[in-house]
């Protein structure tokens, strides 16, 4: 009865440890949150999120398409700026114009 139990109890022990580092495993796969929740994000922070490249970022913010703080040379993106920007990137893009050729412009114009 006594090695029963031990061996129950090394079982466990087994098992708690195999739970512990799996559990080590885990957090270690998963990103980090910042500590901050209102910090700054640089346009390559954001660029991997949204899986961008930094450049478009910052070549969009300063068309003035993106939202963003300008900081001398450096972007820097609120947490709302980013959902902004995906709020954006959702948002349907208005179709192209049909173009006419000059031939056609002409025709209406003999017409009239």
Do not use: N, W
């Not at 580092?21 to 346009?43: G, K, N, Q, W, Y």
């Not at 980013?82 to 006419?100: D, F, N, T, W």
């Amino acid at each position: 009865m006594e090695t029963e139990r031990g061996q129950v109890q090394a079982r466990d022990c087994a098992v708690a440890a195999a739970v512990r580092e799996l559990a080590d495993a885990v957090r270690a796969t998963v990103p980090v949150p910042p500590a901050d929740p209102d910090a700054l994000l640089t346009a390559e922070e954001v660029g991997e999120l949204l899986q961008l490249s930094p450049r478009t970022l910052k070549d969009q913010a300063a068309a003035g398409v993106l939202p963003h703080h300008r900081f001398g040379k450096h972007y820097r993106f609120t947490r709302s700026d980013v959902a902004e920007i995906v709020r954006l990137s959702a948002a349907p893009v208005k179709p192209l114009r049909r173009r006419v050729s000059v031939e056609d412009v002409a025709k209406d114009f003999r017409a009239a």
